[in-house]
T-cell receptor
Framework: AQTVTQSQPEMSVQEAETVTLSCTYD???????LFWYKQPPSRQMILVIR??????QNATENRFSVNFQKAAKSFSLKISDSQLGDTAMYFC?????????????FGSGTRLLVRP | NAGVTQTPKFQVLKTGQSMTLQCAQD?????MYWYRQDPGMGLRLIYY???????DKGEVPNGYNVSRLNKREFSLRLESAAPSQTSVYFC????????????FGPGTRLTVT
């Protein structure tokens, strides 16, 4: 069974600085997807970034980028120029397409605090 | 375009009571999901529906039933609520093609006393 591990329960960063959140996963599959979701205090789950396992190039979305190491089964999220609005829980998630459904397996989350 | 909507936003039940959580999406997605989120944990899949007319168990289905009423709506029913079902419940939807990302509703906070 696939598992997702986020080893940092909490992290803190100064506004405008860079922070990296860690995620590792365990799978024997070759084709899959990885996601980072943000959950602010409003509780809404918001997609931050997505990576397809068959793509070697790391995904980037504005200030957010990932370091995807397939052999090491590692998928870290880098947030550059941190903003106060980045304060939230961040969840790493794994998806293996099965038939016509796409089930997400989530890590336990990292709580990020951006300090002014 | 409302995305994924859930009702109610909050609910308090007594042990043994029943209730149905409603979810609807207006993105014409084929697949829909129900998750629960407990403190200190990520979301765990309860049930999912790959397409209209089909439903399947996820990781934690015990104590729940679901109905895919039509392509838009997917409901979650608790027949006899237990304190262990106190949680935040999220509905999500996705399409088979494209980026595979799931779009989430705002969640329902359920407390069972």
């Amino acid at each position: 069974a696939q598992t997702v591990t986020q080893s940092q329960p909490e992290m803190s960063v100064q506004e405008a600085e860079t922070v990296t959140l860690s995620c590792t996963y365990d799978t024997s599959e070759n084709n899959y997807y990885l996601f980072w979701y943000k959950q602010p205090p409003s509780r809404q789950m918001i997609l931050v970034i997505r990576q397809e396992a068959y793509k070697q190039q790391n995904a980037t979305e504005n200030r957010f980028s990932v370091n995807f190491q397939k052999a090491a089964k590692s998928f870290s999220l880098k947030i550059s120029d941190s903003q106060l609005g980045d304060t939230a829980m961040y969840f790493c998630a794994f998806m293996k397409p099965m038939d016509s459904s796409y089930k997400l397996i989530f890590g336990s989350g990292t709580r990020l605090l951006v300090r002014p | 375009n409302a995305g994924v909507t859930q009702t109610p936003k909050f609910q308090v039940l007594k042990t043994g009571q029943s209730m149905t959580l409603q979810c609807a999406q207006d993105m014409n997605h084929n697949s829909m999901y129900w998750y629960r989120q407990d403190p200190g944990m990520g979301l765990r899949l309860i049930y999912y529906s790959a397409s209209e007319g089909t439903t399947d168990k996820g990781e934690v289905p015990n104590g729940y039933n679901v109905s895919r009423l039509n392509k838009r709506e997917f409901s979650l029913r608790l027949e006899s609520a237990a304190p262990s079902q106190t949680s935040v419940y999220f509905c999500a939807s996705s399409e088979w093609e494209g980026g595979r990302e799931q779009y989430f509703g705002p969640g329902t906070r359920l407390t069972v006393t």
